[in-house]
């Protein structure tokens, strides 16, 4: 190689390095700009509801142990957004569990502290828009399970002994 051509290569690299570099510091400053789904998870709102349990505002007290701690992180404005709305949704799965709402006077007070929570996350200004839709999610979850609570009221259920039937012997038993 002559020492000419090494130059030019020399001079070809050193410029094609120098623009990786500018094309590499842009991308740096454009990802910082940029909002990163990331970003969700670190945010926090201090979104409080008070737990009035003398009122009877929950329609299932805490039974266990591991309630209780759910209802605690749900409550903590110190724990990250995502994670608060990953208990209030756990409670509500617990809440909205089958058998749990017969009986229910009022059906108002079906999940009512992790509903009035979900409630203040979806209406406060400063939730991004990813976490805003998995409370409205579990939002409508509530207020389908109040609604048929209302809608099924009135209506009696009544249970009706309905006999086995009787088989027929099959043709594989006559042939036994």
Do not use: H
């Amino acid at each position: 190689m002559t020492p000419e051509t090494r130059a030019a290569w020399t001079k070809a690299w050193s410029q094609a390095r120098a623009e990786k570099d500018e094309r590499r510091k842009q991308n740096r400053e454009a990802w910082a700009r940029r909002r990163d789904w990331s970003d969700d998870n670190k945010v926090t709102v201090d979104a409080v509801v008070e737990d009035d349990a003398a009122a009877g505002t929950d329609a299932a007290p805490a039974t266990s142990s591991s309630l209780t701690k759910l209802r605690a992180i749900m409550r903590s404005t110190a724990t990250p957004l995502y994670r608060r709305i990953d208990a209030a949704e756990t409670i509500i799965a617990y809440e909205l569990s089958p058998g749990s709402l017969v009986g229910v006077d009022n059906p108002d007070l079906i999940a009512a502290s992790s509903y009035k929570f979900l409630k203040k996350i979806a209406d406060a200004a400063d939730t991004p828009e990813p976490q805003r839709f998995r409370c409205l999610k579990a939002i409508i979850a509530v207020e389908a399970s109040r609604k048929q609570a209302v809608q099924s009221d009135g209506i009696k259920l009544e249970f009706v002994y309905l006999p086995p039937k009787v088989l027929k012997p099959s043709t594989t038993d006559r042939l036994r």
